[in-house]
């Protein structure tokens, strides 16, 4: 088992354009356990340009946060050593080559809440439950913006203003239990995005929280993300957040991504099989009352047995047989949009009926 | 904070109360009393005693009189006069037999307390941040080592090494010239060459279960997600570890702390009896052997307020260290 530490795969030198923020290419982070090899992550490309928000959708298992961790360099400790590039450029203008840095090497320790702010599914538990909101942020301003004690704490004061959080001034001495599911996910945000930074990754933030308080997170997700123009890696499960906030979206299924494409072309060209059964089976007003919603057939496969060729394939109403399920579908790409199906151009046609 | 301190301070006026008049009840429990234990004593020695003497001794220590007029003379006195009785058996005030050994005792368990958590909390922290790592795995071999082998038995397997290849003097806190010496700088000097040997066994003995606590406690504690928020705040690992999971996995500690006074008073009784340490612990034990009931009585008595005094303590530091539970 311990054998099957793969060589890292060769970097491609081409340098990044100028609009690129992060560019992941073939990233693998695979989990030798005791039943098996799990490949969590299994060869996931993508980018995000400056400024721009790119939602990650996909069900539970499917990669989508452990991808994102292999950014910030903080898998699990049982995870094999991940492979493929990641190359990062803040606003600062720095080139990173994240693939490379150590879990708690320097140099990560510089990009992690300086350039990338990171906010998480669980602000009841992602806080720490014995130092006040204020600290904890203050201890990031300090760290990383060298501010003293008295000017860390005018800008936290200032950040929690600035995420619409009730009396900044009293709030910034309370602890995590005393605010409500709400205001503990405004003030992590305040914390991630406490020292401007280029890139904000945002794992499930509203998943934890009823439908008002979501709306009320997302639309501060927006307005923090025009007015500090930072990028913003949106991770979810849910496609009308997904609407609601992102540029462009990518599709995740069993470690690899099977769809990209802008946001409206996600929802009115999907052109994976896929993306397009996921969007078939969100009810919509009006539509096929008395009907039963369309599921898609079958279970996510167990994470030891992923299914040879195309992963979707054996719960796919267009698989082709002798095909789907013996190679691997390419990276088909039609203008921005990326699928990864061996029968992607047929959608070209005729739309999916969706 | 003052309210709940008044509070808890009322509500253990009755604890006491109810505390000391069980513990006098239990202690005359078994039967006979202390004249029996006496006379036993004396017939062992080849001694005689006739069942008139007898009869006076009872009359004399009022042992004939019903069991709540006993209680009440003796905690009577306590509370009025400070008076804690006089021990039948040592033919002394109770409070002169038990302050003399207190000192030492309260020194040895309080050293023996910060050596083990001196010891616990690095190596648990250690063992739960490099978990299954080499070291980890020797520290779970000592630590079951430590908590399967009988204090006394280390006690006893020290003392005879010491004993045998390094001919040193073993048992008791003094070597004879010093017992009863003032104290000079010879006699601490002398102090400390005894008092490795109690010090090592009660250190390891609890290092030994709490190095699993912690490490039990800060396994729980790195899972937890705001554990990987400081991490993605950019802090360091020391940084990280110290700062947050420790804090929050060093709460059971402290609600311990407050039974550290109680079990500083009564010392390793087996322990102490083992290596002939003058603590208080072989004293109670004689007591109860004995059914000296105003010695042993007062005993617990201590012990008790001992335990109320460190409960209140351990609440008082908890609310202190941890917001959850002082708004809760």
């Known amino acids: 088992m311990g054998s099957k530490i793969m060589t890292k795969s060769p970097v491609p030198q081409n340098p990044m354009p100028a609009e690129r923020l992060l560019e992941l290419d073939d990233v693998h982070v695979h989990f030798p356990l005791r039943e098996g090899l799990v490949k969590a992550v299994n060869g996931v490309s993508y980018h995000v340009d400056k400024g721009e928000v790119l939602g990650i959708v996909g069900e539970s298992g499917s990669g989508k946060s452990i991808t994102a961790r ?67 942020i203050m201890r990031t301003v300090q760290l990383h913006m060298g501010l003293g004690k008295v000017a860390a704490r005018a800008r936290a004061i200032d950040l929690l203003a600035k995420v619409q959080m009730p009396r900044p001034a009293q709030m910034v001495d309370a602890y995590p239990h005393q605010l409500s599911g709400g205001m503990r996910q405004r003030a992590m945000i305040a914390l991630a ?43 979810t499960h849910n496609f009308g957040v997904v609407a609601d906030i992102a540029d462009r979206v990518s599709v995740m299924y069993l470690g690899r991504i ?18 397009q059964a996921l969007l078939r089976s969100i009810p919509r007003l009006g539509v096929d009352q008395g009907r039963r919603l369309p599921t898609i057939p079958g279970m996510v496969p167990d994470p030891f047995s992923v299914p040879e060729g195309c992963a979707f394939n054996p719960r796919c109403g267009h698989a082709v047989a002798g095909l789907c399920e013996v190679r691997v579908p390419p990276e088909k790409r039609f203008g921005a949009q990326m699928s990864r199906c061996h029968i992607a151009d047929q959608f070209v046609q005729e739309p999916a009926n969706v | 904070m003052v309210a709940f301190i008044l509070r808890r301070a009322l509500l253990a006026i009755p604890t006491l109360i109810f505390i000391s008049f069980i513990s006098f009840v239990i202690i005359q429990l078994p039967p006979g009393d202390y004249v029996t234990a006496y006379v036993a004593q004396l017939r062992q020695s080849g001694e005689y005693i006739s069942a008139i003497q007898e009869a006076q001794l009872r009359e004399q220590f009022g042992l ?28 002394a005030p109770v409070s002169s037999l038990i302050w003399d050994r207190l000192g030492l005792t309260l020194a040895i368990s309080s050293v023996s307390l910060v050596i083990t958590w001196l010891i616990a909390i690095p190596v648990g922290v250690y063992s739960a941040t490099r978990q299954y790592s080499f070291f980890d795995h020797f520290f779970t071999v000592f630590g079951f080592l430590g908590k399967g082998i009988p204090d006394f038995l280390l006690a006893l397997v020290l003392m005879w090494m010491a004993f045998a290849y390094m001919n040193l003097d073993v048992g008791g806190l003094f070597s004879p010239q010093y017992q009863n010496a003032p104290w000079s700088l010879a006699k601490v000097v002398d102090l400390l060459a005894h008092l490795w040997i109690p010090l090592v066994v009660l250190a390891t003995g609890g290092a030994a279960g709490l190095i699993r606590v912690m490490r039990a406690n800060m396994l729980d504690e790195l899972g937890k997600p705001y554990v990987e928020t400081a991490y993605a705040q950019g802090l360091s690992e020391s940084k990280v570890v110290w700062n947050y999971p420790v804090r929050v996995a060093l709460n059971p500690f402290i609600s311990t702390v407050g039974w550290a006074l109680p079990a500083l008073f009564s010392g390793d009784i087996i322990t102490a009896v083992v290596l002939n340490l003058p603590t ?37 530091l908890l609310a202190w260290f941890d917001p959850r539970i002082r708004y809760a």
């Open chain 1, 70 to 136: 292999a950014i910030m360099r903080l898998l699990p400790k049982r995870a094999a050593p991940p492979t493929g590039s990641i190359r990062f450029r803040p606003r600062t203008g720095e080139d990173f080559e994240l693939s490379g840095l150590d879990r708690n090497s320097r140099a990560i320790r510089q990009v992690r809440g300086r350039h990338i702010g990171m906010i998480f599914q669980e602000p009841m538990t992602a806080l720490s439950p014995v130092h006040t909101i204020g600290t904890q």
């Open chain 1, 258 to 275: 099977v769809e990209t494409a802008s946001v409206d072309d996600i929802f009115y060209a999907p052109k994976h099989p896929y993306t």
């Open chain 2, 64 to 91: 004939n009189d019903p069991m709540l007029v006993q209680y009440w003379r003796w905690i009577s006195n306590i509370v009025l006069r400070g008076e804690f009785g006089y021990s039948l058996e040592w033919n």
């Open chain 1, 193 to 235: 995005i406490s020292c401007d930074p280029s890139l904000l990754i945002a794992d499930e933030p509203t998943t934890a929280l009823d439908v008002t308080t979501e709306a009320q997170i997302l639309e501060l997700l927006k307005s923090l993300q025009s007015e500090l123009g930072m990028a913003i890696i949106f991770i």
């Open chain 2, 280 to 316: 208080t612990g072989p004293l109670l034990l004689q007591a109860l052997k004995m059914q000296d009931m105003y010695l042993a009585g007062s005993f617990i008595l201590i012990l008790s307020v001992f335990t109320v005094i460190g409960t209140l303590i351990s609440d008082i």
